[in-house]
């Protein structure tokens, strides 16, 4: 390591060389992750709960196995930011509710369990909107998380605390979910690379209440770290009942690049109104996949937007999740929360049948495209990041979050692999994010294309001016 470069700025896969040559140790890795989110955090407020004593326990057990030849797993010693829906043994999972129970828990969620046996170092939990609900973070519990390149504007949500944290080098790796966007959003505005994987692909537990659309998934600087964090992630667990099995190497796929992909590409969704200067970038990123060898073609995957059926399952999710509340506990929340949870109980199950056949015929038609094209190439968001502190933003003629989300939560429906890469700025220094989709278990061709594309565009890829 030169003396010019910081640890803060490393990523894991540098981490882990370091470690192994002796030239930086997990707790001289720890304490300088530890140094940025209390030097950086008051700005943007990525994190809503800490626990340095037990953080720093941990980076002293990994450094030790490190000195004695004695690593856990492929993650030892490595920083990981938690967002704060997946219940950790010894510390509270308060999901930014003032509802929640502050007990500490007494076992780890799957993911987490993962992460443990591989030698993680838990960094502390990150801030999400109450129960996840909605495309920004803010909640009654934890305030609004801003974004790193611009504390005035939103880092989106639902996993906006680690959409925050990472380009700020408060984090090598971060813990998301997506239920609706929760990782792309984040990850398109905040610029970093935020994977959804294939449904059931990733063990997840206690149930999300939002179970057909929701996947857990990691938030990293590169798609490298992402396929890292993946081959730790996939260990199943029989808590979850229902997983697919895995038979991938992430680390192993990503190479081999994209040449003779057969690749859709859909700037527009038909009628998706983009702003130009992310519809520009994301063309330039397309015009890049071809120069790697990538067969590229212009066209629409063909259905119409299934808005209506997301709500359905999205706000019936929400529903479910506040079944057990009172009106007292009810009224310490979100307002917009309790007005969609309103309008789901007057749903019937007919409504909920509804929608989730749509679901089913468009995970049909989706399978079938992907019989003729490899990835599907749309933009993450049709809009840059917009003030911190709105669901929408301003003069937006809807109400509600996924209006404004309309590349996210299809691949929520369809239970798709999607992956947003950085591509590029406004010319505001806002990021634009990329979206790459394959057919349901090709994790490995999404992150594949997505490594081949970030490597050759490394200028898209820079840290905010904060770090």
């Not at 109104?273 to 063309?283: H, M, T």
């Amino acid at each position: 390591m030169t003396s010019s470069t910081r640890i803060e700025g490393l990523t894991a896969l540098e981490l882990l060389e370091l470690y192994a040559t002796r030239e930086v140790s997990p707790v001289e890795a720890t304490e300088a992750y530890l140094r940025q989110i209390h030097r950086l955090d008051d700005q943007v407020n990525a994190w809503c709960f800490m626990d340095e004593e037990t953080t720093l326990q941990q980076a002293r057990q990994s450094e030790e196995r490190w000195m004695r030849g004695l690593e856990l797993g492929p993650l030892d010693g490595i920083p990981v930011a938690i967002k704060d829906v997946f219940v950790t043994a010894g510390w509270p999972n308060l999901k930014g509710s003032k509802t929640s129970d502050p007990k500490p828990y007494e076992v780890d969620s799957p993911v987490v369990a993962n992460l443990r046996r591989a030698g993680f170092v838990g960094l502390g939990r990150t801030t999400t909107p109450e129960l996840g609900w909605k495309g920004v973070t803010d909640s009654p519990l934890c305030g609004a998380t801003n974004n790193p390149w611009n504390p005035e504007k939103t880092a989106g949500g639902s996993s906006g605390g680690t959409g925050a944290a990472v380009p700020l080098g408060m984090a090598p790796l971060g813990l998301g979910t997506d239920a609706g966007g929760s990782i792309r959003i984040p990850a398109g505005f905040c610029g970093l690379v935020g994977h959804k994987p294939t449904q059931g692909l990733i063990p997840m537990w206690p149930a999300s209440p939002f179970a057909p659309l929701a996947h857990p998934g990691p938030m990293t600087w590169t798609v490298a770290d992402t396929a890292l964090m993946m081959d730790v992630m996939v260990n199943p667990d029989a808590r979850d009942t229902t997983l697919a099995p895995c038979q991938d190497s992430f680390m192993e796929a990503i190479e081999g690049g994209v040449r003779g992909m057969r690749i859709a590409y859909s700037p527009r969704f038909g009628s998706v109104d983009v702003d130009p200067e992310i519809a520009a970038s994301v063309a330039r990123a397309v015009k890049v996949l071809e120069l790697l060898g990538a067969e590229v073609e212009e066209v629409d995957p063909g259905f119409e937007d299934p808005l209506d059926s997301f709500n359905v399952l999205f706000y019936g999710g929400a529903a479910n999740a506040v079944r057990a509340l009172d009106k007292k506990q009810r009224d310490l929340m979100d307002p917009n929360l309790i007005e969609v949870v309103n309008w789901a109980e007057k749903l019937s199950l007919l409504d909920y049948t509804g929608a989730m056949n749509e679901r089913a015929a468009l995970t049909e038609r989706m399978n079938l495209f992907h019989k003729k094209y490899d990835l599907l190439l749309t933009p993450s968001l049709p809009i840059p990041a917009f003030t911190t502190g709105l669901e929408v933003p301003e003069d937006w003629k809807e109400k509600r979050w996924p209006t404004w989300t309309p590349f996210t939560y299809p691949f929520n429906m369809t239970g798709q692999p999607a992956c947003s890469v950085p591509c590029g700025f406004t010319e505001a220094g806002l990021p634009i994010g990329l979206q790459l989709v394959g057919a349901r278990h090709q994790d490995a061709l999404v992150l594949r294309a997505a490594h081949a594309y970030q490597q050759a565009n490394p200028l898209t890829h820079i840290r905010p001016e904060l770090f």
